[in-house]
């Protein structure tokens, strides 16, 4: 017994034997296998295939859709779809713009100044009150009364009808989660597709006017609602529905007295993103025939004038700031319930603020309409200065910049457009949309391979390939550049709470204004064409690259950077080894977020010149050629498809061991060593040894 006790001691005081893993095998020489192989492919089609896609493929799509536009003109007034159906929709959308802008031009300048101020001060407080009356007058002192009013009754409409389709919808979808997967691609859908694209279904459908335009801004601006609905209704925390319960409550009761009130931040996030979403294609609605601002605007690029299509601007840009302001105070206002108007030191009570809003709305009315007899806004009160100034400055930098913008546009065209559009105008179809599709296998498989080459196919079969290929190239170098800028920035952020505090009203105030407004300023400097709607698009994208990098940096937990400076990580070493990758998901949702933000602009800039799809559909719309207009809109809407679902895929696709990951090319997004949580699992890999440290790199 004794001897057996020892022998187990002995045995247990000898070191376990040590697991004999086999080597790890690079993945570099396969890397560099499949590169060489790609690179051949590409010259070997660039010399002696045909370039382009082979016309012989083409389907003419154009035909059928201009045969339904004469088939629904013709049968417009007999056809069942449209006497009880179509028409019907037309018909109100028209009554309800006609009666609201008529209701609001008959409130006079000066009722409609002070009943804006009014309405903003009883929801959102004096301050807002003040911002919202200068605002509306602003409209008036830039001589865009008449277009601001137009505008903003064909906002009230969109958004109307879409908080009251979108919340109830919102409120089902986070009560039943089979109605939210039903809903979330059709969601995804929408908010996939560009803004420019939703006008020309409609266009089909409802012909030129007032009635595509509601409808378009309804279906652009509804998914916001509904996912944020539903979102604040899924947060609401279990115990208060427990609670609620306990206290026999039943499910109606529940809904109204605990989930919608807990869940009325997000509703009202949802009503903000709600209006800027409708603004943002209200402004381009004058595509369609409908006037409002983004009339103004159109006008003055048509003509190069950019004295008017700065007021124009000018004016969205207010109107953009002003509803943001507002429905934000709003939302912070409803959660505090702060009564932040006082009179002799008393509180005033809610009711009594909504009476004395109204009553005042209704003197400035009475005032305006029998005292001063004036319902439109003063003339001699307009001021031709914007107007002037700008198109002073644009003399003085075409004169004294010339040189240093040509330089610019001209390097811009030479080094990175023209070349790579050479690219994929002379390589064969098919090593285009294989080079996507491999991408897309090696992200996600064979699937979304599949889903990308057939997408590619069929833009090709509709007889848009050399503009899509346009459209991408703009797309990819402007994607280019501003990655280049909004990571550095973004970490820079991250880093250093000053900057991040300096640069915050910046960004606050690029994301509030409409892609539309960007395509002004840059026709200061630049002529026309490609190269000023690559700078708009880098303009407009900056702000989402930058915040998303900044805050996928500061949600790196703080014991994880701690862990890497005890083990002696100098900042650079924890920027690349820790904070990088662990924010790469975050990242990542940020190049796709500026792909498509990228491409609704490029899209747009079709207005300016510049060669695409976008275009396309700009010369559709103008010639009267809706045929021509919805087959670019579907490609559009194609090339969006293919370029979301890839960058998508690189936030979701497994972690390599080392090496580039997708579009970065140039960060290495090595896997978390033994310091982050689930190192283990980084272990089983075969990247760390016995002692959890890095073996390689």
């Given at each position: 017994?004794?001897?057996?006790?020892?022998?187990?001691?002995?045995?247990?005081?000898?070191?376990?034997?040590?697991?004999?893993?086999?080597?790890?095998?690079?993945?570099?020489?396969?890397?560099?296998?499949?590169?060489?192989?790609?690179?051949?492919?590409?010259?070997?089609?660039?010399?002696?295939?045909?370039?382009?896609?082979?016309?012989?493929?083409?389907?003419?799509?154009?035909?059928?859709?201009?045969?339904?536009?004469?088939?629904?003109?013709?049968?417009?007034?007999?056809?069942?779809?449209?006497?009880?159906?179509?028409?019907?929709?037309?018909?109100?959308?028209?009554?309800?713009?006609?009666?609201?802008?008529?209701?609001?031009?008959?409130?006079?300048?000066?009722?409609?100044?002070?009943?804006?101020?009014?309405?903003?001060?009883?929801?959102?407080?004096?301050?807002?009150?003040?911002?919202?009356?200068?605002?509306?007058?602003?409209?008036?002192?830039?001589?865009?009364?008449?277009?601001?009013?137009?505008?903003?009754?064909?906002?009230?409409?969109?958004?109307?009808?879409?908080?009251?389709?979108?919340?109830?919808?919102?409120?089902?979808?986070?009560?039943?989660?089979?109605?939210?997967?039903?809903?979330?691609?059709?969601?995804?859908?929408?908010?996939?597709?560009?803004?420019?694209?939703?006008?020309?279904?409609?266009?089909?459908?409802?012909?030129?006017?007032?009635?595509?335009?509601?409808?378009?801004?309804?279906?652009?601006?509804?998914?916001?609602?509904?996912?944020?609905?539903?979102?604040?209704?899924?947060?609401?925390?279990?115990?208060?529905?427990?609670?609620?319960?306990?206290?026999?409550?039943?499910?109606?009761?529940?809904?109204?007295?605990?989930?919608?009130?807990?869940?009325?931040?997000?509703?009202?996030?949802?009503?903000?993103?709600?209006?800027?979403?409708?603004?943002?294609?209200?402004?381009?609605?004058?595509?369609?025939?409908?006037?409002?601002?983004?009339?103004?605007?159109?006008?003055?690029?048509?003509?190069?004038?950019?004295?008017?299509?700065?007021?124009?601007?000018?004016?969205?840009?207010?109107?953009?700031?002003?509803?943001?302001?507002?429905?934000?105070?709003?939302?912070?206002?409803s959660r505090t319930r702060r009564r932040d108007l006082t009179v002799g030191g008393r509180p005033v009570a809610r009711r009594w603020q909504i009476v004395a809003a109204i009553v005042l709305t209704l003197l400035a009315i009475g005032f305006g309409r029998e005292v001063l007899r004036q319902q439109e806004f003063p003339e001699r009160f307009e001021t031709p200065l914007v107007a002037d100034t700008a198109n002073s400055v644009v003399e003085w930098s075409q004169t004294n910049l010339g040189d240093a913008t040509g330089t610019l546009s001209d390097w811009t065209l030479i080094y990175a457009l023209d070349p790579l559009e050479r690219v994929f105008l002379e390589e064969p179809w098919w090593i285009i949309a294989g080079l996507f599709a491999g991408i897309a296998f090696a992200l996600a498989g064979w699937r979304l391979a599949a889903g990308v080459f057939l997408c590619f196919l069929a833009i090709g079969m509709l007889g848009m390939w050399d503009f899509a290929m346009a459209t991408?190239?703009?797309?990819?170098?402007?994607?280019?550049?501003?990655?280049?800028?909004?990571?550095?920035?973004?970490?820079?952020?991250?880093?250093?709470?000053?900057?991040?505090?300096?640069?915050?009203?910046?960004?606050?105030?690029?994301?509030?204004?409409?892609?539309?407004?960007?395509?002004?300023?840059?026709?200061?400097?630049?002529?026309?064409?490609?190269?000023?709607?690559?700078?708009?698009?880098?303009?407009?994208?900056?702000?989402?690259?930058?915040?998303?990098?900044?805050?996928?940096?500061?949600?790196?937990?703080?014991?994880?950077?701690?862990?890497?400076?005890?083990?002696?990580?100098?900042?650079?070493?924890?920027?690349?080894?820790?904070?990088?990758?662990?924010?790469?998901?975050?990242?990542?949702?940020?190049?796709?977020?500026?792909?498509?933000?990228?491409?609704?602009?490029?899209?747009?800039?079709?207005?300016?010149?510049?060669?695409?799809?976008?275009?396309?559909?700009?010369?559709?719309?103008?010639?009267?050629?809706?045929?021509?207009?919805?087959?670019?809109?579907?490609?559009?809407?194609?090339?969006?498809?293919?370029?979301?679902?890839?960058?998508?895929?690189?936030?979701?696709?497994?972690?390599?061991?080392?090496?580039?990951?997708?579009?970065?090319?140039?960060?290495?997004?090595?896997?978390?060593?033994?310091?982050?949580?689930?190192?283990?699992?980084?272990?089983?890999?075969?990247?760390?040894?016995?002692?959890?440290?890095?073996?390689?790199?």
């Amino acid at each position: 017994m004794a001897v057996t006790e020892a022998r187990a001691s002995r045995v247990a005081l000898q070191p376990a034997p040590s697991v004999v893993r086999p080597p790890d095998r690079s993945p570099w020489p396969r890397r560099i296998a499949w590169t060489l192989a790609a690179v051949v492919v590409f010259i070997l089609g660039y010399a002696w295939l045909d370039p382009g896609f082979p016309e012989s493929w083409q389907v003419d799509v154009t035909k059928w859709f201009d045969d339904f536009g004469v088939w629904a003109v013709e049968n417009r007034t007999t056809s069942p779809l449209f006497v009880y159906f179509l028409t019907p929709i037309a018909d109100a959308s028209e009554f309800l713009y006609d009666n609201i802008l008529t209701a609001l031009e008959r409130m006079t300048w000066l009722g409609v100044v002070v009943g804006a101020a009014a309405l903003a001060g009883v929801v959102a407080g004096w301050r807002m009150a003040v911002l919202a009356g200068l605002g509306v007058l602003s409209f008036g002192l830039l001589g865009v009364w008449d277009a601001a009013l137009e505008t903003i009754a064909l906002l009230t409409i969109s958004v109307s009808l879409a908080l009251l389709i979108g919340i109830p919808l919102g409120i089902w979808a986070g009560r039943r989660p089979r109605v939210e997967r039903v809903l979330r691609p059709i969601l995804d859908a929408m908010q996939t597709i560009p803004a420019y694209s939703y006008l020309l279904p409609f266009v089909l459908l409802f012909g030129i006017g007032i009635p595509p335009a509601v409808l378009a801004t309804l279906a652009f601006a509804l998914p916001p609602a509904i996912r944020l609905t539903a979102l604040g209704i899924r947060d609401v925390p279990t115990t208060s529905l427990e609670v609620g319960e306990s206290f026999g409550t039943t499910e109606r009761q529940s809904l109204r007295m605990v989930q919608v009130p807990l869940a009325k931040p997000s509703i009202m996030l949802g009503v903000n993103q709600t209006f800027m979403m409708a603004l943002g294609i209200v402004v381009i609605a004058a595509f369609v025939g409908a006037d409002g601002l983004g009339q103004s605007v159109l006008d003055g690029l048509k003509r190069f004038d950019v004295g008017i299509a700065l007021n124009g601007g000018i004016a969205i840009v207010v109107m953009a700031i002003v509803l943001d302001r507002v429905t934000t105070a709003w939302s912070v206002r409803s959660r505090t319930r702060r009564r932040d108007l006082t009179v002799g030191g008393r509180p005033v009570a809610r009711r009594w603020q909504i009476v004395a809003a109204i009553v005042l709305t209704l003197l400035a009315i009475g005032f305006g309409r029998e005292v001063l007899r004036q319902q439109e806004f003063p003339e001699r009160f307009e001021t031709p200065l914007v107007a002037d100034t700008a198109n002073s400055v644009v003399e003085w930098s075409q004169t004294n910049l010339g040189d240093a913008t040509g330089t610019l546009s001209d390097w811009t065209l030479i080094y990175a457009l023209d070349p790579l559009e050479r690219v994929f105008l002379e390589e064969p179809w098919w090593i285009i949309a294989g080079l996507f599709a491999g991408i897309a296998f090696a992200l996600a498989g064979w699937r979304l391979a599949a889903g990308v080459f057939l997408c590619f196919l069929a833009i090709g079969m509709l007889g848009m390939w050399d503009f899509a290929m346009a459209t991408l190239t703009l797309v990819l170098v402007a994607v280019i550049i501003t990655i280049a800028v909004a990571i550095p920035l973004g970490i820079l952020c991250a880093k250093s709470d000053g900057f991040e505090r300096a640069t915050r009203p910046i960004l606050d105030a690029m994301q509030t204004l409409p892609a539309f407004v960007y395509l002004v300023p840059v026709l200061l400097l630049i002529e026309p064409g490609r190269v000023p709607a690559v700078i708009a698009s880098f303009i407009y994208a900056l702000p989402v690259g930058i915040r998303l990098t900044n805050l996928g940096i500061r949600q790196v937990p703080k014991e994880i950077v701690e862990a890497g400076e005890a083990y002696g990580s100098t900042s650079t070493q924890l920027l690349r080894k820790v904070q990088l990758p662990l924010a790469k998901p975050t990242i990542l949702l940020g190049v796709n977020q500026t792909i498509m933000m990228v491409l609704s602009v490029v899209i747009i800039a079709g207005l300016i010149g510049a060669a695409g799809l976008g275009q396309e559909v700009v010369f559709a719309l103008g010639k009267g050629q809706i045929g021509r207009g919805v087959v670019a809109g579907v490609s559009i809407l194609l090339l969006a498809i293919v370029l979301d679902r890839i960058t998508q895929a690189m936030g979701s696709a497994p972690r390599m061991q080392r090496g580039p990951v997708g579009a970065l090319g140039f960060v290495r997004w090595p896997r978390l060593k033994a310091i982050v949580p689930g190192g283990a699992d980084a272990a089983s890999d075969g990247e760390d040894d016995d002692e959890g440290r890095e073996v390689d790199g």
